[in-house]
């Protein structure tokens, strides 16, 4: 290569590491007005917003499923025999007692189906409420068929599927929430009951069915119903924490807005887990000082009075990720 060459591609080099250089230059001095524009701004943002103190307390982990409301018991009552449908005592959505009569039946005879031999009577082997009936007086049945469906409603349990990563993080017995997608204001407590032996191909993922008891009812509770069940899977005791709307994020790193004196400023904040409710503090703040409640509404104030366009991002990180610093 000529020597002309080689400058023409030294010089082009040293330009693109001037324009580098240019870049952040630019870049650090809009930041730096972008930084000193949010801190003139912020007491306007946060004027009236109420305050909190960072306390300590528990903060959980849950694994999020749905699923489907069945009651603990239902039974499906067939014939032992072919033969005629005499008599039906109970219709669909009755409620019955153990032992009532629900129908009978004039057995066949076993070599001429036209000859009648002895009666059956069908009784309802626990109290409940008749889901189906699948017969009338005069119809004829077959050995085996189903004739009156009846489920106990005392007592239901979720019939779910958890996601194959969350595996290892649910057992039997733990404690679990339940609600309904039909009764937004109804939630039950519930406990993991089982855990299905086989996992299954669900759309493109692989799931494991489980089941979870329910404790208590409703009146408006009906078998099919969706259940979304939030399962407590661990507990992190006694940890620094913050409401959820506590923490915001600036430019990629989480913060808090503290107030000392009156005045608020904005101080970042190592993250950990969060709930739902609380988030977990590692560090940049303790117990006791105080902060906006809402970080988010003063956010979007901020917004409209500086002009700028921050898009929160929530990046948590798992408990396993912190740094040895949350007690197990």
């Known amino acids: 290569m000529s020597n002309t ?19 952040l230059i630019i870049w650090g001095a809009t930041r730096g007005r972008n930084k000193s524009l949010v801190e003139a701004r912020l007491p306007a943002a946060t004027a009236g917003l109420a305050t909190t103190s960072v306390d300590q307390g528990d903060v959980h982990e849950y694994v999020s499923c749905t699923g489907s409301l069945m009651p603990h018991r ?46 059956m009577k069908l009784t309802a082997p626990f109290g409940g409420i008749v889901s189906s009936v699948a017969v009338q007086a005069g119809g004829y049945v077959g050995a085996g068929q189903p ?35 039909a009764l937004p204001d109804v939630e039950l407590p519930g406990k993991v009951e ?38 407590l899977s661990r507990s992190i005791p006694h940890v620094v924490r913050i409401p959820v709307r506590s923490w915001i994020d600036m430019d990629g790193q989480p913060s808090a807005i503290k107030v000392t004196g009156g005045a608020p400023e904005l101080v970042a904040v190592e993250l950990g887990l969060s709930d739902g409710n609380y988030t977990h503090v590692l560090s940049g703040l303790l117990p006791g000082d105080e902060i906006v409640e809402d970080a988010v509404a003063a956010q979007e104030r901020l917004r409209r009075l500086t002009g700028q366009n921050r898009d929160m991002q929530f990046r948590i990180r798992h408990a396993d990720e912190q740094h040895g610093g949350a007690s197990q």
């Open 74 to 119: 239902m039974q499906v009552l067939a014939s032992d025999a072919s033969g005629k449908v005499t008599r039906v005592y109970v219709e669909e959505g009755a409620r019955v007692a153990r032992g009532t009569a629900l129908c009978e039946v004039q057995r066949a005879s076993a070599f001429d189906l036209s000859t009648q031999g002895e009666g």
């Open 147 to 181: 004739i009156v469906t009846i489920m106990d409603t005392s007592s239901y349990f979720a019939s779910a599927e958890i996601d194959e990563i969350d595996l290892a993080r649910v057992e039997p017995g733990m404690e679990a929430i339940v609600s309904f997608d």
């Open 194 to 231: 089982s855990i299905g032996v086989a996992a299954l191909p669900r759309a493109g993922t692989v799931v494991i069915p489980i089941r979870v008891s329910i404790d208590g009812s409703h009146e408006l509770l009906k078998p099919g119903l969706t259940t979304n069940v939030r399962i």
């Open 5 to 23: 060459g080689k400058d023409r591609r030294r010089r082009a080099a040293w330009a693109l590491v001037a324009i580098a250089v240019l870049s």
